[in-house]
């Protein structure tokens, strides 16, 4: 048995204790009465219900003992008895402490309403430990509901080698451990996932004729499920049956959602009909379980199906039940019912429902309606708390409200009761970053430092690769510095943004050498840490240092993805080894890699500027046959290698192409069309050569469609040729 003294058995009394009790009245309490008995008897008045007067009955008897008037044990122990089942635990440590300076002796009652006034404290349980101490010394024998609830103190505090201890030493000072006492221990075991200690104590309380209930049993398969392990508490389940008990809902239930967690729906539907031939079930909490799991894989109209048959069973819905089908009607797409289900909840919306109402309305850019539901919200008198706010702030920031979402993060950082939390700064640092506005980044991450949030390795990634966007090498270096001093170890995510950072500035020596850097320090680089590096390589004519790092990451765990083969196929093109690219992309379609847009536009660029314009059509048509849409970048390219080559019909009959697939174009790329045909003409008639149009389309300001332009060229060619004629006719 664990039988340490009281760390301090006299415990400090806090200073606005003693405040309360001096400071009530300019007289004293105790000045009214100067017999014991007179005192006593206010005492057991002061603390009367249903107004106990605990300060004031605390400061008489205080000043009581001081002025040396004896108070008796009966009535110490009957006062502290009083305010340690009133909860004012820190009345009865003053009042215990000035038992034990006088000498009077604590009964069994009072000390074993101290244990229960310790153990309700996560930092004072070696105090109850030390209170069994002074009871067995004194002869007292402990019952085990005393040692059950140090038991549950100590699971509190997660201090699960004394818990193990514990138990030990109550069999060997003759208290025997219950059933609640192995459950207590189990409970907490499984709840910090130490399955395997948890079975011990299985087999330990078996051993010594303690069988474990339904409530054990229980605890075990919910861990079990819970950590993925759903065939373990099968057979928990199995052996529980042979023990003669039944599972009840609450067992259902735990198996249920265990086999929906591991994918494995079938079988949640067998027990969930099990359950239901049993006439077990009488609760919403089964069918929430298989609704929320049905909406989660896109099941939507079985989950409306077993929603109804739950109500047709008579069983009404709960409010999380009604949050899940809200949250699977938003992610079909189906905001309407959701909002009427929503509507139905009225006075019943919990926190949660809201949450998933507003993070369900800002997906779907309607942040304005979201804003209006939060108000909705505080009027009915439901405090939003910060999931609440985040997910306004990532409404906004998601739809580019960005200066709105940092005029809310104000309000929210003024407010009582509501505290930012990492979250909330990552979302503001994700949305600045994504408009590149660094600077106001850069005080949101003051901010965070100031709230004394620390930063995780995500916003330590963001800061350091928008740094490096920006060309501030030292600032993201001194990310790289805080984040080591914070205690995280750079990831692979964090090396490929420093290495992606580096190539984009042309500085390759330190890319290169954090790419050994990987390697040496036993991680592996990601295959897309191997593919920007290639790029750059490629980029500045390294191509045999791209080919040795295109081997190594074949020989290594990442098999050369599509990506790769592009890089490289591109890089041996621009070198103007064709018959090695030939081979490279051979290779790839060998290994199953289909060509990608990205594929394709690489080829035909690189195809149309060494002016091989029949790989380049063919490549063009075999990208659009494999069900891809060229983007303005290809057509770009295959103009100006037309052009090259002198090929006018060819462009003319790519923007016919493009003029009947309505591709919208830039006034770069318009540009690029009057410069190719004005250099193509060579004095032919273009009104000859451009398709005739009669409709034109609304564009934009900075884009118009290809038929557009057409119509306008021939209109530009009809005014010259009008003027032309009007000269002649003059000379």
């Known amino acids: 048995m664990i039988t340490k003294p009281l760390l301090n058995p006299h415990p400090k009394i806090p200073s606005r204790i003693f405040f309360k009790l001096f400071s009530s009245s300019a007289i004293p309490l105790w000045a009214h009465f100067s017999s014991p008995s007179d005192i006593e008897t206010q005492l057991t008045s002061l603390c009367e219900k249903p ?41 009865a440590f003053s009042v215990y402490h000035k038992m034990t300076h006088v000498g ?96 011990t104590l299985v087999a330990e309380m078996e051993a010594n004729g303690c069988e474990p209930n339904l409530v054990s049993y229980t605890s075990l398969m919910d861990a079990f499920c819970k950590t993925g392990k759903v065939d373990e508490a099968v057979n ?50 089964p069918y929430t379980t298989l609704i929320n799991h049905l909406f989660k894989i896109g099941q939507f109209k079985q989950a409306t199906v077993l929603f109804n048959d739950m109500i047709g069973r008579g069983i009404r ?129 003051q901010k965070m430092i100031e709230w004394r949030i620390l930063p995780d390795i995500i916003i330590f990634n963001r800061m350091i690769r928008e740094n490096l966007r920006a060309g501030e090498i030292d600032k993201a270096m001194e990310f790289w510095i805080k984040m080591i001093e914070s205690g995280i170890s750079p990831d692979s995510h964090t090396y490929g943004i420093l290495i992606d950072g580096f190539c984009k500035l042309s500085i390759l020596n330190i890319a290169k050498g954090l790419f050994s850097k990987i390697r040496s320090s036993g991680r592996h680089p990601t295959a897309s840490i191997y593919n920007t590096l290639m790029a750059s390589l490629c980029k500045e004519s390294s191509l045999d ?64 500027k060494i002016g091989m314009m029949d790989e380049a059509k063919s490549t063009f048509d075999r990208m659009v046959t494999s069900g891809f849409t060229p983007d303005i970048c290809v057509y770009d390219s295959l103009i100006k290698g037309f052009s090259s080559k002198g090929e006018t019909q060819s462009i003319i009959n790519l923007l016919n192409q493009m003029a009947d697939k309505g591709v919208v174009i830039d006034s770069k790329f318009t540009s690029t069309i009057l410069t190719c045909i004005c250099d193509s003409c060579e004095g032919k008639e273009i009104a000859e050569l451009l398709p005739s149009f009669s409709e034109i389309q609304q564009s934009s300001e900075n884009s118009i469609s290809c038929r557009d332009l057409l119509v306008k060229l021939q209109e530009s060619h009809n005014v010259s040729l009008q003027k032309s004629l009007a000269q002649t006719e003059i000379l």
Do not use: W
Not at 571 to 591: H, I, N, V, Y
């Open 545 to 608: 240092q791209a080919k040795k790092l295109f081997q190594e990451m074949k020989s290594a765990k990442f098999k050369p993805c599509t990506v790769a083969y592009t890089t490289l196929i591109d890089g041996t093109l621009k070198a103007g080894d064709f018959e090695s690219g030939k081979e490279l992309l051979d290779e790839m379609l060998q290994l199953g890699l289909a060509p990608d847009a990205f594929t394709f536009a690489t080829l035909i660029n690189r195809f149309s």
């Open 104 to 199: 009077i002796l604590p009964n069994f009652v009072s000390l074993s309403c101290l244990v229960g006034c310790f153990v309700s404290f996560d930092d004072k349980v070696d105090y109850a430990l030390g209170v069994v101490g002074i009871m067995l010394k004194r002869g007292y024998v402990v019952h085990v509901y005393t040692m059950n609830l140090i038991l549950k103190g100590l699971c509190k505090s997660k201090d699960f080698d004394k818990v193990i201890e514990l138990l030990g030493g109550m069999r060997r000072n003759g208290i025997v451990p219950d059933v609640f006492s192995y459950n207590t221990a189990m409970n907490g075991l499984c709840k910090m996932k130490e399955l395997d200690k948890a079975m």
């Open 317 to 445: 819905p709960d409010s999380y039940t009604y949050t899940s089908l809200i949250d699977g009607f938003f992610k079909d797409g189906n905001s309407t019912k959701a909002m009427e289900l929503f509507n139905l909840l009225g006075e019943n919306a919990s926190v949660f429902a809201y949450n998933v109402v507003i993070n369900g309305l800002c997906k779907e850019g309607c942040v304005g309606e979201a804003s209006k539901i939060m108000i909705t919200m505080m009027q009915k008198g439901k405090k939003p708390n910060v999931v609440n706010y985040n997910a306004l702030l990532q409404g906004l920031c998601n739809f580019g409200k960005i200066d709105e979402a940092i005029e809310l993060f104000s309000f929210i950082s003024d407010m009582d009761g509501v505290k930012p939390d990492l979250a909330t700064f990552d979302i503001l640092i994700q949305g600045l970053s994504k408009e590149r506005r660094l600077s106001k980044a850069m005080k949101i991450y």
């Open 51 to 91: 107004n106990p007067q605990f300060s004031q009955a605390v400061s008489l008897y205080h000043h009581s003992l001081n002025s040396s008037i004896f108070i008796s044990g009966y009535a110490s122990n009957s006062l502290l008895h009083k305010l340690v089942t009133s909860n004012e635990y820190e009345l």
């Open 236 to 285: 928990l389940l199995e052996r529980m049956k042979i023990k003669g008990f039944e599972p009840d809902e609450f067992v259902y239930n735990v198996l249920i959602d265990g086999f929906c967690k591991t994918g494995d729906f079938e079988k949640s539907k067998e027990l969930f009909d099990e359950m239901l031939s049993k006439g077990i079930s009488e609760s919403a909490i």
